[in-house]
C-alpha cells in the first residue's frame, strides 16, 4: 500500500516537472518567434503615412516587398526601402525612408 502511495506521488510529480516545463518553453518559443517575424511592408508603410498626413496631404507612396540584408556597424537586420511624394510650396518633394523589417522603426528618412 505504501509503496502504491509513492509510485503515485512520484508519478504525480513527473506529470506536473513535465506540464511545467512545457509552459515555459512554449513561452520562450512563442518570444522567439515574435522576435524573429517581419512585419508586413504595408504595414510599415501605412504608419509612415500616417506620419506624413500629420504634417499635410501626400500625393504618393510606395514600398518595396522585398527585405533587404543591410549591416551599418554593429547594426544587422533586414530593411524594406520606400518613399513619399508630397507638394511643399507647389513643388512635387519626394522622400525615401529605410525601415526595419522586424520592428518597423524608421532607420533613416532623406529628401531627394
Known amino acids: 500500500m505504501q509503496n502504491k502511495q509513492n509510485e503515485a506521488i512520484k508519478n504525480n510529480l513527473i506529470a506536473g516537472l513535465l506540464f511545467g516545463s512545457g509552459i515555459v518553453f ?33 500625393e504618393g507612396s510606395w514600398i518595396e516587398l522585398k527585405k533587404i540584408p543591410l549591416r551599418k556597424f554593429t547594426l544587422k537586420t533586414d530593411v524594406y526601402y520606400g518613399g513619399i511624394s508630397r507638394l511643399e510650396e507647389n513643388e512635387l518633394v519626394q522622400y525615401e525612408f529605410i525601415a526595419d523589417a522586424y520592428s518597423g522603426t524608421i532607420l533613416d528618412i532623406y529628401r531627394i
Not at 27 to 33: G, S
Open 26 to 58: 512554449g513561452y520562450f518559443l512563442r518570444r522567439y518567434l515574435q522576435t524573429n517575424v517581419a512585419i508586413h511592408g504595408d504595414t510599415i508603410l501605412t504608419s509612415v503615412k500616417k506620419q506624413f498626413l500629420a504634417e499635410g496631404p501626400i
